[in-house]
């Protein structure tokens, strides 16, 4: 059988398909680099980082049952401080968040993963599907960003 808990697990800090996973794409990306804008109009590694906490933060809520908002912190969370202690604070959190995130879901009965959630569909917010297909979309979501914060970090 098919566990979707250990593609997440794998996508945040396990052997992941893609190459390195999220956790150590961000623990390699040097404090000075995290704040800077070096494409124009594009976000930078911190603001990344913030992004996939939020999304983890809302996947982790949505899979608890709430109906499926924009992020607590918003889909693009302001950069609060730009500091080497605000770096490894925004990569704690991020920790944190996913850590959460694999309690609930090794808490998911495996009938459970084909629930959809309480939402109607709405393919922008990704809602309106199963637990399975959710989590997976997170996945994608951290390897797409895992991605750009690698290339990010070779400036």
């Not at 996973?21 to 109009?41: C, G, R, S």
């Not at 990569?91 to 968040?97: L, P, R």
């Amino acid at each position: 059988m098919f566990d979707i808990t250990n593609e997440i697990k794998k996508s945040f800090n396990g052997d992941a398909w893609h190459g390195n996973h999220v956790m150590q794409t961000l623990n390699n990306v040097e404090p000075e680099k995290a704040f800077q804008h070096f494409i124009p109009d594009a976000h930078s590694i911190a603001e990344i980082a913030l992004h996939l906490t939020a999304w983890t933060e809302e996947v982790s809520s949505r899979l608890n049952g709430n109906l499926a908002l924009e992020p607590e912190m918003g889909d693009w969370p302001p950069v609060q401080e730009k500091s080497p202690q605000a770096w490894e604070k925004i990569i704690v959190n991020f920790k944190i968040a996913n850590e959460e995130l694999i309690r609930i879901c090794e808490n998911i009965k495996p009938n459970d993963w084909n629930n959809k959630t309480i939402d109607e569909r709405n393919a922008a917010l990704g809602t309106g599907v199963t637990n399975a297909v959710l989590l997976n979309g997170l996945v994608q979501h951290h390897a797409y960003h895992s991605g750009q914060i690698a290339i990010l970090s070779k400036f």
